[in-house]
């Protein structure tokens, strides 16, 4: 079934196409929101520092990256700078401490719905938490551009420090409004809701790429963007292609009377995917090797740590390149290592009576599974990787081409996000249109 067609269908359908039109109603308020303005702040002034393309900057600036992410609101000054980002973080550390701390594991597999409801309440303080931090360093930052501020604490005390209070419970109450709106798409809407802020805000810069390309187009040089054309298709075949890719281990259930009755004897599999991770080892990776770019813009063209950032350390240099890719790599495994448990696998085709054929049950089953999902998790890797590093290749041998620079992850998550809710449309299409055995 393709997109559109499973688009039309739901749209046929009377509870989906509530969902759908509830879903583009918090795409429409999350756009407002992006477009209105934090008090006593210079937006053009703002958007000459954090926009990387409009000032030309070919370093691997995380602030660019965030702007990105954020569908230019971060550049703008809006109350939705902050954007889905801090909400994100809080649900990796929570995600992360599922691992680390015995009692957020129970709260997770033993908890039912009651532990499931105090895992969100705690990630929501947590969001919070970090979007005061985030809130801060994003005034600090601004308070060291000239013109950002209209009232600076070290000239006016009184003004500045309230300025710098009440832009501060704004963006962190945009950031609150924000995770909301996500929830809302989860309860009400289609789809996750950190994925579908994440695609509108990506979408929302669709205006942009076309006003490039016809800059570029005007200029002359209508073979970048032939290049960009080509580029993005191929990514999107290469993604949708590689999201369908998964290694099918073979599990053999035995059968077992109980009662009268006779169960099991069935042959399924195992699916361990190839882009499991999707996209967050690309994002994960790029906050990390942006960082040293923009300790650098702080310091200035001065500083001899900015020479050497812009030397050795450029979207277009060899080091940067080979950096990301194997961090991206590393990232993968992690991410792996966290959400696959091999050894709760084993028991659980154990315990059903299940066995792989030629393996025996327990210790060497989960060493076949591990000995799998590594393999399967480096062609992952290297796909991500692919993925990530193309458009700084290109940018290497299209210089004028600056605009490709994050391309990649951008393609990934719009393409993943829309396979991942046509998929969510299909399976609750079916479930509405199954007919059962009495029919």
Not at 287 to 315: D, K, M, W
Not at 384 to 392: Q, V
Request: proline fraction near 4%; hydrophobic fraction near 50%; glycine fraction near 8%.
């Amino acid at each position: 079934m393709s997109i559109f067609s499973t688009l039309v269908n739901a749209w046929k359908t009377s509870d989906l196409k509530k969902k759908i039109i509830f879903t583009f109603g918090i795409f429409i308020l999350f756009r407002i929101g992006c477009q209105i303005p934090v008090p006593f702040l210079n937006a053009d002034a703002i958007e000459a520092f954090f926009n990387p393309v409009t000032t030309g900057s070919t370093m691997g600036n995380l602030l660019g990256y965030f702007n990105m992410l954020s569908g230019n609101a971060l550049a703008q000054g809006t109350v939705f700078a902050l954007t889905i980002q801090p909400y994100i973080n809080a649900s990796i550390i929570i995600q992360l401490l599922t691992v680390a701390i015995p009692y957020f594991e129970r709260l997770q597999k033993d908890g039912g719905e009651e532990g499931k409801q105090k895992i969100k309440r705690i990630t929501r303080w947590v969001t919070i938490v970090i979007a005061l931090i985030q809130a801060y360093g994003y005034y600090t930052i601004l308070r060291y551009q000239s013109q950002a501020l209209m009232f600076d604490p070290s000239t006016k005390p009184l003004e500045g420090y309230l300025s710098m209070t009440l832009i501060i419970v704004v963006l962190v109450a945009g950031s609150c409004l924000v995770m909301w709106l996500g929830e809302s798409i989860d309860e009400h809407g289609i789809g996750n809701g950190i994925s579908m802020i994440l695609f509108a805000s990506i979408v929302s810069r669709g205006i942009d790429l076309v006003m490039y390309c016809i800059s570029l187009f005007g200029a002359g040089k209508w073979w970048i963007v032939l290049i960009i054309v080509l580029m993005g298709l191929l990514m999107v075949s290469f993604i949708v292609f590689m999201d369908g890719a998964e290694r099918r281990v073979p599990i053999q259930y035995a059968k077992r009377q109980v009662g009268r009755k006779m169960y099991g004897g069935q042959n399924t599999f195992l699916p361990i995917k190839v882009a499991m991770t999707g996209v967050m080892p690309i994002i994960f990776t790029f906050a990390i090797v942006g960082v040293p770019a923009t300790i650098a813009q702080f310091l200035g063209e001065s500083n001899g740590f900015y020479q050497f950032v812009r030397n050795y350390f450029s979207q277009t240099s060899p080091a940067y390149i080979i950096i990301s890719f194997l961090l991206i790599i590393a990232f993968n495994y992690f991410y792996i290592a966290i959400q696959y448990n091999p050894v709760e696998i084993s028991n659980n085709i154990k315990n059903n009576g299940g066995t792989i054929p030629g393996i025996r049950p327990g210790k060497p089953t989960s060493d076949f599974i591990v000995k799998c999902l590594n393999k399967v998790t480096l062609f992952g890797a290297l796909f991500l990787g692919i993925i990530a590093i193309i458009p700084f290749i290109l940018q290497i041998i299209f210089p004028d081409a600056a605009g490709l620079a994050i391309g990649g992850t951008s393609v990934m998550i719009l393409v993943s996000v829309a396979l991942e809710t046509v998929k969510s449309m299909e399976s609750q299409m079916l479930m509405r249109h199954y007919k059962g055995f009495l029919e």
